[in-house]
């Protein structure tokens, strides 16, 4: 049964706290130089560089954090210069709150966390869908859903490949928002097993100020070198990282950089990685995800804030907006899987133009003229990520146990590539951050707790998969219930 969405967003204390936070958030980063010989070299200041950051500090070990970039939060990141409001240009959605570490850890000074609506909407053309189309809606998601869960307990298959062949006239709606809407790719090539192991994102929380600005915040007191792309990794000896402003010398390095960034050869690796490895970041190449961001000044669609609209699709040319972000007048249209891929690829007046053209297909020619400043990420021409986050192309869900495998004994990898279940998240990212810090703090002796099963060498063979049951899995909440016309 559809349920009517009742969550009503408190804006009072919204605009005091959003002009607290500039564009590129607060950052402890120092401009001291490297020492030079440190306990641990963490590479990348997103999430998990973070995470582990603070672990291998709060363990009374030196580290150097080295960041490519001018900023910290990789891929969850807030600017509030563009359009002097909050605008996160990658993550948005902190989901499973009560699990999530990052909401444990948000700080109370000028962070305001608040449930995001429970429900969303699905237009049909210049309408919003009826109650009876949304139940039919539904039910070919759950039966699409089902069938992978199903499949997946079997082997390892292309999710599409079992997705139901009667699901009529929603075929489309449902293969975007499991597909491309979820995970950043179609589901040709998105393994079931994978979407059957992420786990449940069904609620969720936004930060009024942006995920970006929680994230900096939890990266207050740690010590970051921005602008310092690492270019080598040599173990053969020593273990030595040759970045753009000298050498580094540690007992482990924690590598924390996209899997694109890896797979593309971004980083020298000496001697190379071994060969499963190389394979495994391939196999979990990033999917294509990017905000498109209109400002529409004054609700001329006349939405809630923060209200989800998916449109009834007839092929994979949609997107999905998220209206009113925070109650701000900031709309994002979302565009993703190998639709968005190539959008993206034209640049970003082709995406600002793709974005005017659907809202004006649900919503009236109109519209176009209300829209005001605009923006689009590019994530994939992103030369420190090459993408959006991490899913496993068929028969590759093994490869994110290869991934936390040390290399050389010296060498750990983390990110949200290295999460069994949180892949594709802040959250993921973050946890695998702190376990990869764990890791080598019991490599040194400093801790002493046995290693979680995750950290052990993975079997070389699955023989029967027993995923945890799910309904979907998604950077922007794959809707469960759905809010009928009003
Ligand atoms: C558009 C979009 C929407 C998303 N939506 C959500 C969402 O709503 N909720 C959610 O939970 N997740 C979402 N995600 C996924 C989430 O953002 C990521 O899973 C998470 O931020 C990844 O963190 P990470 O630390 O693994 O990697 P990153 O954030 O990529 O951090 C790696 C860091 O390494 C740096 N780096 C790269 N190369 C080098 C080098 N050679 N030397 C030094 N540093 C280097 C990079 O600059 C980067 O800062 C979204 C992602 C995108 C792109």
Redesign the pocket.
């Known amino acids: 049964m559809p349920r009517k969405a009742s969550a009503k967003i408190s804006r009072r204390s919204f605009l005091a706290a959003s002009a607290a936070f500039a564009a590129r958030p607060a950052v402890a980063a120092t401009s001291q130089p490297a020492p030079a010989a440190v306990d641990v070299i963490i ?7 973070i995470a582990a950051a603070r672990r291998i500090a709060a363990a009374g070990r030196r580290y150097v954090l ?4 001018d900023h910290v ?4 990141v807030t600017d509030t210069k563009t359009f002097g409001v909050p605008f996160d240009r ?6 499973a709150p009560d699990l999530n570490p990052l909401t444990k850890l948000t700080p109370r000074r000028g962070i305001e966390v608040y449930p995001a609506p429970p429900s969303q909407k699905i237009r049909i053309g210049r309408r919003f869908a009826r109650e009876g189309e949304l139940e039919d809606f539904l039910s070919a998601e759950v039966r699409a859903t089902r069938a992978i869960n199903d499949a997946a307990r079997k082997a390892d298959v292309p999710c599409e490949q079992v997705v139901p062949n009667d699901l009529g006239d929603w075929r489309a709606t449902v293969e975007f928002m499991l597909g491309p809407f979820g995970c950043g790719k179609d589901l040709a090539q998105f393994s079931a097993l994978d979407f059957s192991r992420g786990a449940e994102r069904t609620t969720a929380t936004f930060c009024r100020q942006g ?1 970006g600005a929680l994230l900096a915040a939890l990266a207050d007191g740690v010590t970051v070198q921005l602008s ?3 270019k080598s990794i040599d173990t053969r000896r020593s273990l030595t990282v040759e970045t753009a402003k000298g050498t580094l010398t540690a007992r482990a390095v924690i590598v ?3 899997t694109n ?1 890896i797979a593309a050869g ?2 020298q690796f000496l001697p190379e990685l071994p060969h499963r490895n190389i394979d495994a970041f391939g196999r979990l190449s990033l999917g294509s ?3 498109v961001a209109l400002e529409l000044v004054g609700n001329p669609l006349g939405l809630d804030s923060d209200d989800l609209v998916f449109e009834k699709s007839t092929d994979a040319h949609t997107a999905a907006m998220l209206a009113n972000v925070s109650g701000t007048p900031l709309c994002l249209v979302d565009v993703a899987g190998s639709f968005g891929r190539d959008l993206s690829a034209h640049g970003e007046a082709a995406m600002v133009d793709f974005a005017a053209q659907w809202l004006a297909g649900l919503y009236g020619a109109e519209i176009k003229k209300a829209i005001g400043r605009t923006q689009a ?1 590019r ?1 994939n021409a992103d030369a ?2 090459l993408g ?2 991490s899913a496993a192309v068929p028969g590759a869900q093994l490869a994110r146990r290869i991934m936390m495998e040390p290399v050389n004994d010296a060498i750990w990898f983390a ?2 590539a290295a999460h069994e279940t949180l892949w ?6 973050w946890e695998s ?1 702190e376990r990869a810090a764990d890791a080598v703090l019991r490599r040194m002796g400093v801790l002493k707790t046995p290693a979680p099963e995750a950290e052990a060498a993975p079997k070389p063979k699955v023989k029967s998969a027993r995923p945890v049951p799910r309904e979907q899995s998604s ?2 909440a794959t809707p469960s219930i759905m809010r009928p016309e009003r």
């Open positions: 590479v990348g200041a997103g999430a998990a560089g080295v960041e490519a970039s939060g990789g891929r969850c990658g993550a948005h959605w902190i989901y995920f310092t792309p690492v924390t950089v996209s960034i971004r980083i995800y990017d905000h990420t994530w420190f990520t959006a986050a990110g949200e594709g998240t802040v959250g993921g990212a951050g950077f922007g």
